[in-house]
């Protein structure tokens, strides 16, 4: 069975971390790009961070670069986002995105985990 599952999300206060992580399944992990993407109340979803399926490169959000850190353990099949100096912000629903381009681009979306930075 295909699947993403989040993990790690949670309350925590201004100025905190927390860190996420993605366990992916039923499909070759380390041919996917893989992102993290979230979507706040009333808003639409964005992209928050990306890495490459080697991991060599990664891509962040303008908000978060300098604070969040995008990771993969390809061996353990699982993406991390580690969130440091979290600001109220940062309270979205986030959620994992796999996606391998080619003749059929292939796209898998986590059920998503919350977030919220509050005092």
């Known amino acids: 069975q295909v699947q993403l599952v989040e993990s790690g999300g949670g309350l925590v206060q201004p100025g905190g971390s927390l860190r996420l992580s993605c366990a992916a399944s039923?499909?070759?992990?380390?041919?996917?790009?893989m992102s993290w993407y979230r979507q706040a109340p009333g808003k639409e979803r964005e992209l928050v961070a990306r890495i490459t399926s080697a991991g060599g490169t990664t891509n962040y959000a303008d908000s978060v670069k300098g604070r969040f850190t995008i990771s993969r353990d390809n061996a353990k099949n699982t993406v991390y986002l580690q969130m440091n100096s979290l600001i109220p912000e940062d309270t979205a629903v986030y959620y994992c995105?796999?996606?391998?381009?080619?003749?059929?681009?292939?796209?898998?979306w986590g059920q998503g985990t919350q977030v919220t930075v509050s005092s």
């Open positions: 995105n796999a996606v391998r381009r080619g003749v059929v681009t292939t796209n898998i």
């Open positions: 039923g499909f070759t992990f380390s041919s996917y790009v």
